[in-house]
């Protein structure tokens, strides 16, 4: 038995795990492909409070990052936590497939499972800190109205939303530009958690069929400690797929 199992063994009767880092990190996979799809810009649609430009910037992304959030508070610390890197902005913007007010749904997980869609009842079954606790309006925006003033004809775009269901409209709104995407990664549910939200399946095949990405990764999410069930996850698809990623 190896040092590392021997240690493994040992934490594990404290109820933690040890693995290999950064290679068994599902996060690090992901900026992998992010940086062999040749991104340099990201822009993060439902940003919360910055973690997920933090995470690429953990992992060597040293691109431009993009952050979108619509909700005050989070709003607030993602721009703290942007305004300490040059290459970070933050826009307080919904994004969605209208020009137009909307009203978002604040969820009691510090605004993690906020969305302009009812939230259903096996959202809140899975994770009772989801509930719905207020409301906010925010000012909605076409990506594509916006798109000139976040990237240049010559950036390789990778798109990333965690809009909670809310990703399609978030793809219609950003029109023609989303064939120019070098990649894309999108939370989504495995089971119906959102009024009128966007499922895992529905997911592969509108990414596939009408952008013409390729599937490279699932990353889990979101599941139900009952039954172990995973609710969401994370798709990540690029461009080109296997005949230019062999190098990985």
């Known amino acids: 038995m ?23 990190s599902f996060d690090y996979r ?12 990201v822009l993060d649609v439902g940003a919360n409070r910055g973690q997920y430009g933090e995470m690429l910037r953990r992992f060597g992304y040293q691109g431009r990052i993009v952050s979108f ?4 508070g989070p709003f607030d610390a993602l721009r703290r936590r942007a305004h300490a890197d040059p290459l970070w902005t933050a826009l307080p913007h919904a994004l969605g497939d209208e020009r137009t007010t909307v009203t978002v749904n604040v969820a009691g997980n510090n605004g993690l499972s906020s969305s302009v869609l009812p939230m259903l009842p096996r959202h809140t079954e899975g994770c009772p800190d989801s509930r ?29 939303l965690d809009v909670q269901g809310y990703e399609e409209a978030v793809l219609r709104g950003a029109g023609d530009f989303v064939g120019r995407c070098c990649g894309l990664q999108l939370e989504v549910s495995c089971v119906p958690l959102y009024e009128g939200g966007l499922l895992f399946e529905q997911a592969l095949n509108l990414v596939q ?33 296997d005949r230019e990623m062999g190098g990985i």
């Open 132 to 160: 719905y606790v207020g409301r906010q309006e925010a000012e909605q925006y076409r990506l594509d109205v916006l798109w000139p003033q976040v990237a240049g004809p010559e950036d390789n775009v990778f798109l990333k």
């Open 30 to 41: 992901t900026v992998q492909l992010m940086r062999h799809s040749g991104a340099d810009v």
């Open 209 to 241: 069929n009408r952008y013409g990405l390729t599937l490279m990764a699932v990353v889990p999410g979101f599941t139900d400690r009952r039954t172990g069930q995973m609710l969401q996850c994370d798709v990540v698809f690029l461009r080109g797929g």
């Open 2 to 24: 190896t040092l590392l199992h021997q240690a493994r063994r040992a934490v594990q009767r404290f109820g933690v795990d040890v693995n290999r880092f950064p290679e068994c």
């Open 69 to 72: 959030e619509p909700l005050r």
